[in-house]
């Protein structure tokens, strides 16, 4: 390991990308922490440990922790970075849900790399939209009325000016973190996006570990209500992360492999094709999208439920709410199932928007390959649905695993949600699969110029990461 370290700086070309990856993390580091003109950052401070304090169990609070999650940025103190990557995400993938129902960008994909800038493009275009939109929004929340969160000498000067020097400040943020990740992507090493992602989960590591020794009575046999962790938690919260970790590696590169045959081909004397590959089939096709949709949308009964409680409402209908309330709280049971449900239905949705059966047989025909026992056409594009849909059973169900083991845990063990976070959910299976990308190209780098890589040794001539087979 200390040897594969050493020679990514013995590389020329690879020591600058990631030396220039780093260096754009830490102006991302850097540019997190300016607040935005005019706003009161003890103010947000203290609003941020009262949160701390009554737990996340709230819509808002869970709302926080996935924003600070999945965009990089944080709603619990007003920043330029406030936004983070957020809006960039969300019209990527506008753009690739419009592009299987809208002919002319499904036509513009298959373009190739002409099609892939132009549709990057028109995602540029649309980020700038959905940051004044989002702003707007982070603004009226942040700066109500009732939340004195600016600076006594702007109180008075809450017109139009400050709401416009704010949002316009979200906005540059954002632009500013896409154009850094697409410099990463050019001068760096890996996914620029994933990696500004990557960087603001670790961000949180330090402060959890933090609040773990704080909590932790090491102290056997003399109880402590302001450290309720024991030394076994503490073990198994260890065992627990490795198991987890270790299994989201098995099904990130888990694959359902389809024995391929190739037709032969004679030409004069000579017989070309006839090669057996295999078809990689992903057994959990969706990555990380199923759980970002459910989780979001979970977000909205809490909120809408939260604000029925607050009402005081008396006599079954108020005892409902307060029921349901609790109910939909993290942890509750319906909140699971519900999110569970939610996980299959978005495993399975993005599943069938991605994976084109019948195209991917057409192109097997038109290379003149087949699966054997299946006709070409489609009885094989049947077949590659079918397979698809049992795999996709299975990633779903393991995505499911990894929603909930960090609440079980929480309800279980009494650890705080910040330090549990870190045993599955979104994080987590953001962090395996970039930390994943970023092994296998350095990996490749290494080997291309005869050295050995993290799984292949001095020689590179061991085995590489590769998906396993089912």
């Given at each position: 390991?200390?040897?594969?370290?050493?020679?990514?700086?013995?590389?020329?070309?690879?020591?600058?990308?990631?030396?220039?990856?780093?260096?754009?993390?830490?102006?991302?580091?850097?540019?997190?922490?300016?607040?935005?003109?005019?706003?009161?950052?003890?103010?947000?401070?203290?609003?941020?440990?009262?949160?701390?304090?009554?737990?996340?169990?709230?819509?808002?609070?869970?709302?926080?922790?996935?924003?600070?999650?999945?965009?990089?940025?944080?709603?619990?103190?007003?920043?330029?970075?406030?936004?983070?990557?957020?809006?960039?995400?969300?019209?990527?993938?506008?753009?690739?849900?419009?592009?299987?129902?809208?002919?002319?960008?499904?036509?513009?994909?298959?373009?190739?790399?002409?099609?892939?800038?132009?549709?990057?493009?028109?995602?540029?275009?649309?980020?700038?939209?959905?940051?004044?939109?989002?702003?707007?929004?982070?603004?009226?929340?942040?700066?109500?009325?009732?939340?004195?969160?600016?600076?006594?000498?702007?109180?008075?000067?809450?017109?139009?000016?400050?709401?416009?020097?704010?949002?316009?400040?979200?906005?540059?943020?954002?632009?500013?973190?896409?154009?850094?990740?697409?410099?990463?992507?050019?001068?760096?090493?890996?996914?620029?996006?994933?990696?500004?992602?990557?960087?603001?989960?670790?961000?949180?590591?330090?402060?959890?570990?933090?609040?773990?020794?704080?909590?932790?009575?090491?102290?056997?046999?003399?109880?402590?209500?302001?450290?309720?962790?024991?030394?076994?938690?503490?073990?198994?919260?260890?065992?627990?992360?490795?198991?987890?970790?270790?299994?989201?590696?098995?099904?990130?590169?888990?694959?359902?492999?389809?024995?391929?045959?190739?037709?032969?081909?004679?030409?004069?004397?000579?017989?070309?094709?006839?090669?057996?590959?295999?078809?990689?089939?992903?057994?959990?096709?969706?990555?990380?999208?199923?759980?970002?949709?459910a989780q979001s949308l979970m977000l909205f009964p809490g909120v809408i439920l939260g604000?029925?409680?607050?009402?005081?409402?008396?006599?079954?209908?108020?005892?409902?709410?307060?029921?349901?309330?609790?109910?939909?709280?993290?942890?509750?049971?319906?909140?699971?199932?519900?999110?569970?449900?939610?996980?299959?239905?978005?495993?399975?949705?993005?599943?069938?928007?991605?994976?084109?059966?019948?195209?991917?047989?057409?192109?097997?025909?038109?290379?003149?390959?087949?699966?054997?026992?299946?006709?070409?056409?489609?009885?094989?594009?049947?077949?590659?649905?079918?397979?698809?849909?049992?795999?996709?059973?299975?990633?779903?169900?393991?995505?499911?695993?990894?929603?909930?083991?960090?609440?079980?845990?929480?309800?279980?063990?009494?650890?705080?949600?910040?330090?549990?976070?870190?045993?599955?959910?979104?994080?987590?299976?953001?962090?395996?699969?970039?930390?994943?990308?970023?092994?296998?190209?350095?990996?490749?780098?290494?080997?291309?110029?005869?050295?050995?890589?993290?799984?292949?040794?001095?020689?590179?001539?061991?085995?590489?990461?590769?998906?396993?087979?089912?």
């Open positions: 390991m200390i040897k594969t370290f050493i020679n990514i700086f013995r590389v020329p070309e690879l020591r600058n990308k990631v030396l220039f990856t780093l260096f754009m993390l830490a102006i991302y580091r850097i540019g997190y922490h300016v607040p935005l003109p005019g706003t009161d950052q003890e103010q947000f401070a203290k609003m941020d440990a009262q949160r701390s304090k009554g737990g996340d169990e709230s819509a808002a609070g869970r709302l926080a922790n996935y924003v600070a999650i999945f965009s990089g940025g944080s709603l619990t103190q007003s920043t330029v970075f406030g936004l983070g990557i957020m809006p960039y995400i969300s019209a990527s993938i506008i753009f690739q849900l419009l592009g299987t129902v809208v002919p002319s960008l499904e036509k513009m994909q298959k373009e190739g790399e002409s099609g892939r800038k132009k549709i990057q493009e028109w995602t540029r275009y649309a980020t700038v939209p959905l940051c004044l939109v989002q702003g707007a929004f982070l603004m009226t929340a942040q700066f109500h009325s009732d939340h004195p969160l600016v600076q006594k000498m702007f109180i008075r000067e809450m017109s139009l000016n400050f709401w416009l020097v704010g949002i316009i400040s979200l906005t540059t943020g954002t632009i500013f973190l896409m154009w850094l990740g697409e410099q990463i992507d050019e001068y760096g090493l890996g996914n620029g996006v994933s990696l500004i992602i990557l960087a603001g989960i670790v961000a949180r590591m330090p402060a959890a570990i933090q609040q773990l020794i704080e909590q932790t009575n090491l102290r056997a046999g003399t109880p402590d209500p302001t450290k309720p962790i024991t030394p076994g938690k503490v073990l198994f919260l260890a065992a627990s992360f490795v198991f987890v970790v270790a299994g989201s590696i098995l099904i990130t590169q888990a694959q359902r492999r389809i024995p391929i045959q190739q037709a032969k081909h004679t030409r004069g004397r000579h017989i070309y094709g006839g090669q057996k590959q295999f078809l990689p089939l992903r057994v959990n096709h969706g990555g990380v999208m199923p759980i970002i949709f604000w029925l409680n607050g009402k005081n409402i008396g006599g079954a209908l108020g005892a409902a709410a307060s029921w349901l309330n609790l109910e939909f709280g993290r942890g509750g049971y319906l909140y699971i199932l519900l999110e569970s449900a939610m996980i299959y239905f978005f495993a399975y949705f993005w599943t069938t928007v991605q994976f084109q059966p019948k195209e991917m047989a057409n192109q097997l025909r038109d290379y003149g390959s087949f699966i054997p026992g299946l006709r070409p056409g489609k009885r094989t594009a049947d077949y590659l649905e079918k397979v698809m849909m049992r795999i996709t059973y299975v990633g779903a169900a393991f995505l499911c695993v990894i929603a909930v083991v960090p609440m079980v845990v929480t309800e279980w063990l009494g650890i705080p949600f910040q330090i549990s976070a870190f045993l599955g959910g979104t994080g987590l299976l953001i962090v395996v699969s970039v930390a994943l990308d970023m092994v296998q190209r350095i990996e490749a780098n290494l080997l291309m110029r005869n050295y050995g890589g993290f799984l292949s040794g001095d020689s590179g001539k061991g085995k590489r990461i590769k998906g396993r087979q089912y």
